[in-house]
């Protein structure tokens, strides 16, 4: 499948930056990296992969990156390979980078086109005809690799789909499934599958990561890079979604709240609350969300010797606000009372946690 219109933005694509198959530059992940180089040299890698961690931290690059060598003649029957890179003027990356290798299928949610809008699953359909390609042998004799971005996209009846060929695996055949939640997928796909658990990234990685993309990243000033770091959770991706003054002074804001529990600012708390309730404070409402789970998670670390008791009214309340969230957004509810209910029971969990 050739891309016609470079500027068209892909579902599973970051605004601005590099599709994940188009990055050649690869930073952290060294052992995730070195599972598939020993498999190659031992020549026993593993059918189907797992490639499970948060979003943005390089699950998918690092599947691209796995599928050029695999698919690169010399570098696929090399026993004493020592990296995946693949230069990006190699025929291969090139094909990869199209989708139009013959022994390449990428399973993932389609991009919009003029007369249909971006989907939101894999169908089952989608996933059959792609499958076909492992019904032949490759034509030079080499591997045949599909790769799902991401596994959370399936539906029940295109994972069940894709189960049954993982099942009785052709030779030379190689499943990398990325996954957001690894947790969640099929547990019969799980079971076949070697299980490969990315870690978020270091700052160093993220902030080398930023500056490989070129315009506009590169051009970010560090002071803002710095700022939106710590707020960026070991992920690229989300690392890019921050790097706005606006954005970043606004968890600011809210963090200074919450690190004043359980002494409350009610004057900020009640502003904060009507900020929210406007209808074009979504962004904002979100990045509040956040910003509490990122709190909460902080704390819960910071205080995990005082033992599960003492932590339990803060836990209850983590699941409270995660329940009332859900509440206010399928019934379209005012966020106003929720926001001040959230500080509220958040200055009662510190005082009784602390």
Request: hydrophobic share 40%; glycine share 6%; proline share 6%.
């Amino acid at each position: 499948m050739s891309r016609d219109n470079q500027d068209v933005i892909e579902p599973d694509q970051f605004d601005g930056a590099p599709h994940p198959r188009d990055q050649f530059a690869f930073f952290g992940h060294r052992d995730g990296e070195g599972a598939f180089l020993e498999g190659l040299r031992g020549g026993r890698l593993h059918h189907a992969w797992l490639i499970g961690g948060p979003p943005g931290i390089g699950k998918a690059t690092l599947a691209y990156r796995v599928a050029r060598t695999v698919l690169a003649p010399m570098k696929a029957g090399d026993r004493s390979i020592d990296n995946l890179q693949v230069s990006p003027e190699s025929a291969v990356a090139r094909q990869v980078s199209a989708l139009s290798h013959p022994n390449l299928s990428v399973l993932r949610r389609t991009p919009a086109t003029d007369k249909k809008a971006a989907s939101t699953t894999i169908p089952v359909d989608a996933v059959r005809k792609a499958l076909n390609m492992f019904g032949s042998t490759a034509a030079d004799g080499g591997y045949r690799v599909c790769i799902v971005d991401s596994a959370e996209d399936l539906t029940i009846s295109s994972a069940n789909a894709l189960l049954k060929v993982i099942e009785e695996p052709p030779p030379r055949s190689l499943f990398l499934i990325v996954s957001h939640a690894p947790q969640r997928v099929l547990p019969t796909i799980r079971s076949r599958c070697r299980r490969l658990l990315l870690r978020p990234l270091e700052a160093d990685h993220i902030r080398a990561a930023i500056h490989s993309l070129g315009e506009p990243w590169n051009g970010v000033s560090e002071e803002l890079l710095d700022q939106a770091l710590p707020y960026g959770e070991g992920s690229v991706r989300r690392t890019l979604e921050l790097l706005d003054d606006e954005k970043v002074s606004f968890i600011e804001l809210v963090t200074r709240l919450l690190e004043g529990l359980p002494r409350a600012d009610t004057k900020q708390i009640y502003a904060l609350a009507e900020t929210l309730a406007r209808r074009d404070a979504d962004d904002s409402y979100e990045l509040t969300l956040e910003t509490v789970e990122r709190w909460i998670s902080g704390k819960l670390h910071e205080w995990a010797s005082l033992g599960p008791a003492r932590l339990a009214p803060l836990v209850e309340v983590c699941e409270k606000i995660a329940r009332t969230a859900r509440e206010i957004d399928v019934f379209n509810l005012d966020r106003r009372p929720f926001i001040l209910m959230l500080f509220d029971d958040l200055a009662d969990a510190v005082r009784r946690t602390a």
